[in-house]
């Protein structure tokens, strides 16, 4: 269902995107649309991870410089059958993750000092293997490319009010065009919005399942939530379209789950795990019964 969704989100902000095209240049707008598309989601592609790290100033650490983090990730890379990722820490009090990169073999997990300092072993490989799970469902590539469509469809609307809006021809006039540069930027944000909402449900459960422990990634969830709105991350403030990107909203004031949030409320994501932490224990201790049981014949 996550993934229907996703791909039904995507294909919407696409439209969106080409519908700006076309209103701007017909045929030929949609062309060019599709070409400035190409580049710029090529560039994010390509740099998108290298830039993300360096904004938020990021350094590479090695077995040798860290090495029970760079153990931990190493050991749930392998329970989740991925390669490991390039290991960051970021200098930063306020505890939270991020992963970034354009596929698994290039990837890299990106840990706060906060969340180091401020949490368990158990709660931070929750942490971990909820990045880990967006490098193997593919969720970084999916962000970067919604964050570059929005980012175009913002750039498009102006271009359709200054040269469009003076066109007679334009079928939208002047009114039309000052319309669609405000609500086309905004759909597209709501729908991006919707997307990074979408995927951190299905993280969190892949996660849970990489680690074992829904109910250690449920108690990190509500930790780095708590901690988000004292401690503030001047980094994340400073790039606030990079805030999709970590585990929990880190920019200060914005626990709220509506249309503008680019997480869902913490509170949800718990509920969700609770419920998928008895699933398990309930799988699990079927799963011991009828190991326990006599073993029968196909015929009973």
Same mark, same amino acid.
């Given at each position: 269902?996550?993934?229907?969704?996703?791909?039904?989100?995507? =294909?919407?902000?696409?439209?969106?995107?080409?519908?700006?095209?076309?209103?701007?240049?017909?045929?030929?707008?949609? +062309?060019? !649309?599709?070409?400035?598309?190409?580049?710029?989601? $090529?560039?994010?592609? @390509?740099?998108?991870?290298?830039?993300?790290?360096?904004?938020?100033?990021?350094?590479?650490?090695?077995?040798?410089?860290?090495?029970?983090?760079? !153990? $931990?990730?190493?050991?749930?890379?392998?329970?989740?059958?991925?390669?490991?990722?390039?290991?960051?820490?970021?200098?930063?009090?306020?505890?939270?993750?991020?992963?970034?990169?354009?596929?698994?073999?290039?990837?890299?997990?990106?840990?706060?000092?906060?969340?180091?300092?401020?949490?368990?072993?158990?709660?931070?490989?929750?942490?971990? =293997?909820?990045? $880990?799970?967006?490098?193997?469902?593919?969720?970084?590539?999916?962000?970067?490319?919604?964050?570059?469509?929005?980012?175009?469809?913002?750039?498009?609307?102006?271009?359709?009010?200054?040269?469009?809006?003076?066109?007679?021809?334009?079928?939208?006039?002047?009114?039309?065009?000052?319309?669609?540069?405000?609500?086309?930027? +905004? !759909? =597209?944000?709501?729908?991006?919005?919707?997307?990074? /909402?979408?995927?951190?449900?299905?993280?969190?459960?892949?996660? &849970?399942?990489?680690?074992?422990?829904?109910?250690?990634? !449920?108690?990190?969830?509500?930790?780095?939530?708590?901690? &988000?709105? /004292?401690?503030?991350?001047?980094?994340?403030?400073?790039?606030?379209?990079? =805030?999709?990107?970590?585990?929990?909203?880190?920019?200060?004031?914005?626990?709220?789950?509506?249309?503008?949030?680019?997480?869902?409320?913490?509170?949800? *994501?718990?509920?969700?795990?609770?419920?998928?932490?008895?699933?398990?224990? *309930?799988?699990?201790?079927?799963?011991?019964?009828?190991?326990?049981?006599?073993?029968?014949?196909? @015929?009973?």
């Amino acid at each position: 269902m996550n993934v229907m969704r996703t791909g039904l989100l995507l =294909a919407a902000l696409t439209g969106l995107f080409l519908a700006i095209g076309y209103l701007l240049g017909g045929q030929t707008g949609i +062309l060019v !649309a599709l070409a400035f598309s190409v580049v710029t989601n $090529l560039f994010a592609y @390509w740099n998108g991870d290298k830039m993300v790290l360096a904004m938020h100033g990021a350094q590479e650490v090695t077995p040798s410089q860290a090495p029970e983090l760079y !153990a $931990l990730v190493e050991e749930l890379a392998k329970q989740g059958g991925l390669p490991t990722p390039r290991v960051y820490l970021i200098d930063n009090p306020q505890p939270n993750a991020f992963a970034t990169g354009r596929n698994p073999e290039h990837s890299a997990v990106a840990v706060t000092s906060g969340l180091l300092q401020h949490l368990g072993r158990d709660e931070v490989s929750g942490v971990i =293997a909820h990045e $880990l799970a967006h490098i193997k469902n593919r969720d970084t590539l999916i962000m970067t490319i919604t964050a570059t469509l929005a980012g175009a469809i913002s750039m498009l609307a102006n271009f359709a009010f200054f040269f469009g809006g003076r066109d007679r021809n334009n079928p939208l006039g002047p009114i039309g065009s000052i319309a669609m540069m405000i609500l086309a930027p +905004l !759909a =597209a944000v709501l729908v991006q919005m919707a997307i990074s /909402r979408t995927r951190e449900y299905s993280a969190d459960r892949t996660g &849970a399942m990489i680690s074992g422990l829904p109910r250690s990634l !449920a108690s990190a969830l509500r930790r780095i939530s708590i901690a &988000a709105g /004292r401690i503030p991350n001047d980094t994340a403030e400073a790039n606030p379209a990079t =805030a999709h990107l970590f585990i929990v909203n880190p920019l200060t004031g914005s626990g709220v789950d509506n249309l503008f949030s680019t997480h869902p409320n913490p509170e949800n *994501r718990i509920a969700a795990l609770e419920q998928f932490a008895l699933e398990m224990e *309930r799988n699990s201790s079927l799963a011991r019964s009828f190991a326990d049981s006599p073993q029968r014949g196909p @015929w009973g």
